[in-house]
């Protein structure tokens, strides 16, 4: 698993969660200081798929 994303906040990352959830792609969450949102993590090889997800979220903001 490789770092994929850090959100802002814990909306963020509930978004982000979600898209990969809905979209089949597994992460993990690493929490850096115990406070805030954590770190999202994915594996190297949905790297991919993941970004165009995020991308496609952002384009849609």
């Given at each position: 698993?490789?770092?994929?994303y850090?959100?802002?906040?814990?909306?963020?990352?509930?978004?982000?969660?979600?898209?990969?959830?809905q979209n089949?792609v597994?992460?993990?969450?690493?929490s850096?200081?115990g406070?805030g949102p954590?770190?999202?993590?994915?594996?190297?090889?949905?790297?991919?798929?993941?970004q165009?997800?995020i991308?496609v979220?952002?384009r849609?903001?």
């Amino acid at each position: 698993m490789i770092q994929f994303y850090d959100p802002g906040d814990a909306a963020e990352q509930a978004e982000v969660e979600s898209l990969l959830r809905q979209n089949g792609v597994e992460y993990f969450l690493k929490s850096s200081n115990g406070d805030g949102p954590s770190e999202i993590l994915v594996a190297e090889e949905d790297v991919p798929q993941a970004q165009k997800l995020i991308d496609v979220m952002n384009r849609n903001r």
